[in-house]
């Protein structure tokens, strides 16, 4: 539950947390991430709820395969006081599993069909 890296160290207006399992895919999301405007973007391989709500992140995207096989957990508890926009990267889609991760905190989910452009608006909350 290491931190990977810190993408930039500016002190920026808008902070962002990629929980991510597969490497590959963060400067994808980072690159979202800064058009989105967040000047701030910190990257973790897995994370707890602690170490996220430290951070206070105004949103996170999270890989479900990244999140300690218990994603639904993690929403959960980093809801619990925090404003956080949780956005969901599911590697299948799952409309039980969905409607669940929704009413425990979750702000947009996305499945495998998922393109920039749904990524792009779902970390806006357009």
């Known amino acids: 539950m290491r931190k990977m890296r810190q993408t930039d160290t500016l002190v920026g207006r808008r ?4 929980v991510q399992a597969q490497p590959l895919m963060v400067p994808f999301l980072t690159d979202v991430l ?14 707890s709820a ?11 995207i999270m890989d479900t395969e990244a999140a300690n096989a218990a994603p639904l957990a993690l929403i959960r508890r980093i809801k619990l006081n925090a404003r956080t926009r949780i956005v969901v990267i599911a ?7 969905n409607a669940l991760a929704r009413a425990l905190g979750a ?5 495998p069909s998922a393109n920039r452009q749904d990524l792009f608006t779902a970390v806006r909350g357009a």
Do not use: E, M
């Not at 902070?15 to 990629?18: D, K, L, P, R």
């Not at 800064?34 to 994370?47: E, I, K």
């Not at 590697?91 to 599993?97: E, S």
């Open 91 to 97: 590697g299948r889609d799952d409309p039980a599993w």
């Open 15 to 18: 902070t962002a947390a990629i």
């Open 50 to 60: 602690k170490r996220l709500r430290r951070a206070k992140p105004d949103v996170v």
């Open 107 to 111: 702000d947009a989910i996305l499945g």
């Open 34 to 47: 800064r058009c989105s405007g967040h000047s701030q973007v910190l990257t973790y391989r897995c994370a």
